[in-house]
């Protein structure tokens, strides 16, 4: 489903402080399939991730989805691919706080110019199968850890994205919220949506329903597990 080939990010290029993040990536990421990125801090996770969802380019190299170069669209195509295909969950979730759960969770279909009615309707479906419908007109900022994890995932999957993007999603939950996102994870792999994310939590890489582990390191792919 996506594709890169021989990739390279370089930043601050030509300059004192370069810095190359990623060094001849070749990596096909499987539909219906959760993949981890693992690898210590600085080994090219998270640039990797931010290319794989379209919110970088690369410096050279290629990003195909589904067969198609993606990675030299004008920008605005590229918002138009990231709003339609891949839902986003920060590792610091990036709710606004003042809003409700509610509003936070509609907020990224607002540009496709839906109707308000089909949107709410489809944000409260969301919402009560993350077991947070009670919490929809609450300000985001009064609720607990993991409601904050679960409503980041109900916005991601607002305009029903086929693909996740998480960075470190589970940085700051407990063992029990962390077994709740890979239950989570597992029912979204069950609807045929594929889930790609970097961690550095051992208790994601081993965790059953974990398709692919890709373990990075200067920049490169050091191992591909099963």
């Avoid at 539909?31 to 990797?48: E, F, I, M, N, Q």
């Avoid at 918002?79 to 907020?107: A, K």
Wanted: glycine share 8%.
């Amino acid at each position: 489903m996506i594709s890169l080939n021989s990739v390279t990010k370089t930043y601050n290029e030509g300059r004192p402080n370069e810095v190359q993040a990623l060094r001849g990536i070749d990596l096909t990421i499987a539909r219906d399939a959760v993949t981890v990125l693992k690898g210590p801090s600085g080994s090219g996770k998270t640039t990797l991730l931010s290319l794989v969802g379209c919110m970088a380019r690369p410096t050279s190299g290629r990003v195909s989805l589904n067969g198609d170069v993606v990675s030299g669209l004008p920008e605005r195509f590229l918002t138009e691919l990231r709003r339609t295909t891949f839902g986003f969950v920060f590792q610091r979730f990036n709710l606004i706080r003042g809003l409700s759960v509610l509003d936070n969770v509609m907020l990224p279909a607002a540009p496709l110019g839906q109707s308000h009615a089909a949107v709410r309707a489809r944000a409260m479906e969301r919402l009560e199968a993350l077991g947070l419908v009670h919490r929809a007109l609450m300000p985001v900022e009064h609720l607990s850890g993991g409601e904050t994890q679960r409503a980041a995932i109900a916005r991601a999957l607002i305009n029903d994205a086929p693909i996740l993007i998480a960075d470190e999603p589970t940085a700051n939950l407990d063992t029990e919220l962390t077994l709740r996102f890979l239950e989570i994870v597992a029912a979204l792999r069950a609807e045929g949506r594929a889930v790609v994310m970097t961690s550095h939590d051992p208790r994601i890489w081993g965790a059953e329903g974990v398709d692919t582990v890709i373990e990075m390191r200067d920049g490169q792919i050091a191992g591909e597990y099963a």
